[in-house]
């Protein structure tokens, strides 16, 4: 059995007529419902400094179109964040050897939906792939004599 969270909203006009013991009330509700939840995330194609992440939207009746979001956190900092129009995101810019926290969520008129999170860490450059195969050395000496 699935759960849906719905926010139920009142707005109450009242309104009182000609004899004070008398109040017409009107109440309007409106059911608001957040986007779902993303599903199915996973980063691919991860290199020292950038990586893809794709995810499914949730089961969602909306009639909204919602905008899909990553934040990329390092720590308690957001160094990245990229809005998109489906639920896939190309991360650049990031850091050799370092964890990342990746919250991904849904967004729409009427409101934003739960994260969800994935852990990456980008792997750090081989030895060769930093250091040049040969260096030249010139060393000049001075003889005294």
């Known amino acids: 059995m699935t759960r849906k969270l719905c926010i139920l909203l009142f707005s109450v006009v009242i309104i009182q007529s000609v004899n004070p013991y008398t109040i017409n009330i009107s109440i309007q509700s409106k059911y608001q419902e957040p986007p779902s939840q993303l599903v199915g995330c996973a980063y691919h194609e991860v290199t020292t400094d950038s990586a893809a992440v794709t995810c499914s939207a949730g089961s969602t009746s909306e009639k909204l179109t919602p905008t899909y979001h990553i934040e990329v956190r ?63 050395i010139n060393f000049k000496f001075h003889l005294k004599g």
Do not use: C, W
């Open 74 to 136: 390092e720590g308690n900092t957001v160094i990245l964040t990229k809005n998109s129009s489906k639920p896939r995101f190309n991360l650049s810019t990031l850091s050799p050897g370092r964890d990342y926290v990746l919250a991904m969520y849904a967004s729409h008129q009427k409101g934003r939906g739960k994260e969800t999170t994935l852990l990456l860490r980008t792997p750090t450059p081989k030895a060769e792939e930093v250091a040049p195969e040969r260096v030249s």
